[in-house]
């Protein structure tokens, strides 16, 4: 029993050696600037699950704890924004069972996070679901949805998940919006003025501001997982200028490492980035 | 993963079992030697490129003057192909982010033209390997719309170096069968250069062995709106109505509809830099992205054949499964 308690002991000591030295590392780094936005698209949670002799669900199960430390050293490191690529409308093509077993997953988590002790609560995350929610489960649809007026209020954190996303979609939809705001009822007069200025009817302001993601600023780093360096459909629009970091590891392997090495390198780029951006029409 | 170079097993010289004849394979390369001399300064800067540059002088069969021809007018001859590439397997459109040509200039003590001189023999040289193993489409972002704030010496220089480049290459084009097109905000562009394009695009434009695109004053964000311009026009017109807009909607009016293979399968960016800087947003959606080290003038056949053999090995799912 005296053992059990030293043993208690010991591996608190560690952990809070281990968040002292995360805080250490964390205000290193805050010399340089922080990136405000980071995506990540969560690739190879299968083949972890394949590696270590998991059945493939348990791969996915793995991949979300992984998602909950990257967020709180993405919240202490002091980033305001996190998005998630958790599911393209590209994955609907998979096995239907995979698909089941992804949204009874989603589900079950969404749940989690309205619960007093989850993330959410104790981090004050606001939480957005991105893409053609229509596309969804209707008992996933429901929960997302409450799930986003629940944490409406929550102003530290803003975690944007994209489900049933995919950029070209969003591009469409976003277009979709633009017309619909222009199909005003207009008097004559306003009829002809908008004639002469038909080049001028969608610009590049509008298209943006009906994007699903104008919610937050563009992201600053793209993490892909597993070696795989593609976009996937993904954030096609907003990542025009963003570090893109694609490390071997697999989702669920991705380590606080990662995360320093990747602002670091953002860090490097940054004042070419700064420069470009601010001269953007 | 700053170079997928290095994850290759270095090419040794069991890979290349041919004989080689190289002045004639290379068309238009006026400072071969030049580039040469530069591998020195590579293997300093990187010393594993050693082991894969030992192999300078690339070896292949030499049929040049018995091509057969396909019916799409690809070459049919299998021999070209470097050892372990499968015709099958290479991509049909290529796409370039051509990076690094001042940083070139500067290692070398050189004025910051001579980079861009010879990022354009550099581009010379790809062109020609694309044309001989049957890629269709090169598309090279040359200029990007972002690219206007840099000091007016250089930017009229480069509009200077455009303008010589398709005037010297135009006949090279029609000859060797090479379709250029041009894309991005032309109306910046100076008049004579605008012009140029023009005529270059007309004479060429039933070629069919390659088509280069060139990417000038290009803004990935401005084809998107442009595009999306174009569509608010034909709906004022009558023409389509909001409801019928689709992603395929869309991509018809991107400027890359001159080809009828407007997503790249391969993105190479040279010189380090991870970003895809706001070149062919809506084309990338499933391009695999190449980042190597080597600056663009460095950029020749070694390592060119080094990115396909690593496309040759990579999955692409789409968003399914294997």
């Known amino acids: ?281 | 993963m700053l170079s997928l170079q290095f994850l290759l097993s270095p090419i040794d010289n069991s890979l290349w079992p041919y004989k080689s004849k190289p002045s004639s394979l290379i068309l238009h390369h006026r400072s071969h030697r030049c580039r040469n001399d530069s591998r020195p300064f590579l293997s300093m800067f990187l010393p594993k490129y050693r082991a894969l540059g030992a192999t300078a002088d690339l070896n292949y069969e030499q049929e040049d003057s018995n091509v057969r021809l396909t019916e799409a007018g690809v070459p049919a001859e299998e021999g070209l192909l470097p050892s372990g590439l499968r015709r099958e397997s290479l991509p049909r459109h290529v796409a370039v982010v051509m990076d690094g040509n001042a940083r070139w200039a500067k290692r070398r003590g050189l004025p910051l033209s001579s980079g861009h001189e010879a990022g354009v023999r550099a581009l010379r040289e790809l062109m020609e390997l694309c044309r001989k193993w049957g890629i269709r489409v090169l598309t090279v972002f040359a200029f990007s719309y972002e690219n206007w704030i840099r000091p007016k010496v250089e930017v009229d220089f480069l509009m200077g170096l455009f303008e010589r480049g398709i005037k010297e290459d135009l006949k090279n084009f029609v000859r060797e069968e090479i379709q250029i097109s041009v894309i991005g905000d032309s109306s910046k562009l100076p008049k004579s250069l605008q012009k140029l394009i023009a005529e270059a695009e007309e004479i060429t434009r039933n070629n069919t062995r390659l088509h280069l695109i060139v990417a000038v004053s290009y803004s990935g964000h401005y084809d998107i709106v442009q595009a999306c311009k174009n569509i608010a026009h034909k709906v004022q017109e009558g023409l389509i109505t909001p409801d019928d807009i689709t992603a395929d909607v869309i991509e018809q009016e991107l400027e890359t509809r001159c080809t009828e293979f407007p997503h790249p399968d391969l993105l190479i960016r040279t010189s380090g830099e991870l970003r895809v800087s706001n070149f062919l947003l809506w084309q990338l959606a499933y391009t695999e992205l190449f980042f190597v080290q080597s600056l663009w003038p460095d950029f020749g056949e070694t390592e060119f054949v080094d990115v396909l053999h690593s496309f040759q090995q990579r999955q692409r799912r789409y968003g399914g499964r294997d």
Not at chain 1, 135 to 152: D, F, G, N, P
Not at chain 1, 153 to 166: D, S
Not at chain 1, 258 to 271: D, G
């Open chain 1, 1 to 281: 029993m005296g053992d059990d308690s030293i043993g208690g002991r010991l591996s608190e000591f560690i952990g809070n050696l281990g968040g002292f030295l995360r805080k250490f590392i964390f205000s290193v780094l805050s010399v340089g600037p922080i990136p405000n936005h980071i995506a990540f698209i969560l690739d190879g949670n299968r083949r972890y699950a394949k590696k270590h002799n998991l059945k493939e669900g348990d791969g996915h199960r793995a991949g979300f704890v992984a998602l909950l430390s990257m967020l709180k050293y993405c919240y202490e490191l002091g980033v305001k924004y996190v998005t998630i690529y958790a599911f393209s409308i590209d994955n609907f093509n998979r096995r239907p069972d995979e698909v089941q077993y992804i949204m009874g997953l989603m589900h079950e988590k969404i749940e989690g996070m309205l619960k007093e002790e989850s993330f959410v609560r104790s981090y004050g995350v606001r939480v957005h679901f991105l893409g053609d929610l229509k596309l969804l489960h209707q008992s996933v649809r429901i929960a997302a949805e409450k799930a986003m007026r629940v944490t409406a209020n929550n102003t530290k954190f803003v975690l944007l998940i994209c489900v049933a996303y995919t950029s070209t979609n969003e591009t469409v939809h976003s277009v979709h919006q633009c017309f619909k705001e222009k199909r005003r009822p207009m008097d004559k007069f306003q009829e002809e003025e908008q004639q002469q200025q038909q080049q001028g009817l969608i610009k590049l302001v509008d298209l943006e501001r009906n994007m699903y993601m104008a919610l937050a600023p563009d992201p600053d780093i793209l993490v892909r997982t597993s070696g795989e360096t593609r976009l996937s459909n993904f954030l096609l629009w907003q990542t025009a200028f963003c570090y893109l970091y694609s490390p071997a590891k697999l989702w669920p392997e991705i380590s606080l490492w990662n995360l320093v090495w990747s602002v670091l390198n953002f860090q490097r780029a940054y004042p070419y980035l700064l420069k470009t951006k601010m001269k953007r029409y």
